[in-house]
């Protein structure tokens, strides 16, 4: 079936640093989402791309669909305690398709 | 605006024991999805219901898991008998009508199978 590989599996960082996260496929998807989890929660939507090329932001946060239609990548500009937690990327190839997800990345940032 | 209910949020059974998940959807959200998703990975699609309809079931293991939506609002997950793997944490999530739609998830069921 469809995989994303999601990388790097974990990161320890210093408040303030950047973060950068990718997903990378062996498949084309049309869309490309990001997720953060928290523990105990569900996934909450941080950032969706719709378009390959597509260069996105929400605040610190910057994602970009590759455009081979194979990848995607988050980036965290200044990090802060809050945004500890699980991220997840996730794509599908059209509407009627399902989301699969990758692996997730967990973010540990220390004050 | 509530979000996606679900209970119960914790759950241990034995292996061979069966069990059900609830889940209330977001008020007008026509299509309701849930997921499981083991320790360490990201969410997998079970199912996928529009209103009461199913629209897509392909990856639920039909032996021993079921899922309803009679009556297109709340549904139930149910696994009979479970088994070790079945260990998990359930997710729900709702979107308005169509898969293009943000899905909303709830807090999951955590299952231990002992």
Known sequence: GQQLNQSPQSMFIQEGEDVSMNCTSSSIFNTWLWYK?????????????YKAGELTSNGRLTAQFGITR?????NISASIPSDVGIYFCAAKYNAGNMLTFGGGTRLMVKP | ??????????????????????CNPISGH???????????????????????????????????????????????????PAKLEDSAVYLCASSLQGSNNEQFFGPGTRLTVL
């Open chain 1, 37 to 49: 989890q928290d523990p105990g929660e569900g996934p909450v939507l941080l950032i969706a791309l």
């Open chain 1, 70 to 74: 194979k990848d995607s990548f988050l």
């Open chain 2, 1 to 22: 605006e509530a979000g996606v209910a679900q209970s119960p949020r914790y759950k241990i059974i034995e292996k061979r024991q069966s069990v059900a998940f609830w």
């Open chain 2, 30 to 80: 026509a299509t309701l999805y849930w997921y499981q998703q083991i320790l360490g990975q990201g969410p997998k699609l079970l199912i996928q219901f529009q209103n009461n309809g199913v629209v897509d079931d392909s990856q639920l293991p039909k032996d021993r898991f079921s899922a309803e939506r009679l009556k297109g609002v709340d549904s139930t997950l149910k696994i009979q």
